[in-house]
Each structure stands twice: as structure tokens, then as C-alpha cells.
Nanobody, 115 residues
Framework: QVHLVESGGGLVQAGGSLRLSCAAS????????MGWFRQVPGNQREFVAS???????VYADSVKGRFTVSRDNSKDTVYLQMNSLKPEDTAVYYC?????????WGQGTQVTVSS
């Protein structure tokens, strides 16, 4: 069983920055992908960014150049640095950990960007 806990969400003005963190605990394999999705009520959960164990990153086009995903393998923690935030970035952000076909999710953290 893997448990993921996010932190760092909140309210920020457009153009501002936030840093999300997600710490994993429990039965963690040595090789896994971590990352972030986000969801607006009434919409599907959408991919934001991911990072593999060796550091390869993938970003959604909508956040490229503004968001940076990173991880600390010694702490089994993934981060999402969000800069130049826009009102359309407002959503609940969920972190995930994926090993082979198994995906574990955090409980989500609200990010609200005011215009």
C-alpha cells in the first residue's frame, strides 16, 4: 500500500508562483514515475507533468515553460514549481505514483489563481 500526501496549494494572484509537494510512504518500489494531474469540477482529470526515476520529464503543452517538475528520490517526494500562474490553472492538483500498471493517487490540493 502506498500513501501520497500533497501540500502547498492555496490562493495566488495571476502571475504569481506556488510550489506543490507530494510525499510518498509505504510499499514503494525502487523504480517508478511520479507526477501531477489536475481537475476542474465537471471536467476530466488532465495530465500536467511527470518525472521518471532517472529524471526524464514530460509536460502538458499548457504548462511548458511555466511549470517545473522535480523529485527527491531519497525522500520519495515529487515537487511542482508553478510560475506565471494563470486563472485557467485553477484546479485541484493530484499527485500520482506509477509502477508498471499500478497507479496510486494523493487526495488532491486546491490551487486557485485570481485574475
Amino acid at each position: 500500500q502506498v500513501h501520497l500526501v500533497e501540500s502547498g496549494g492555496g490562493l495566488v494572484q495571476a502571475g504569481g508562483s506556488l510550489r506543490l509537494s507530494c510525499a510518498a510512504s509505504g510499499s514503494i518500489h525502487s523504480i517508478y514515475t511520479m507526477g501531477w494531474f489536475r481537475q476542474v469540477p465537471g471536467n476530466q482529470r488532465e495530465f500536467v507533468a511527470s518525472i521518471a526515476t532517472v529524471g526524464n520529464t514530460v509536460y502538458a503543452d499548457s504548462v511548458k515553460g511555466r511549470f517545473t517538475v522535480s523529485r527527491d528520490n531519497s525522500k520519495d517526494t515529487v515537487y511542482l514549481q508553478m510560475n506565471s500562474l494563470k486563472p485557467e490553472d485553477t484546479a485541484v492538483y493530484y499527485c500520482y505514483m506509477r509502477f508498471l500498471l499500478t497507479t496510486n493517487w494523493g487526495q488532491g490540493t486546491q490551487v486557485t489563481v485570481s485574475s
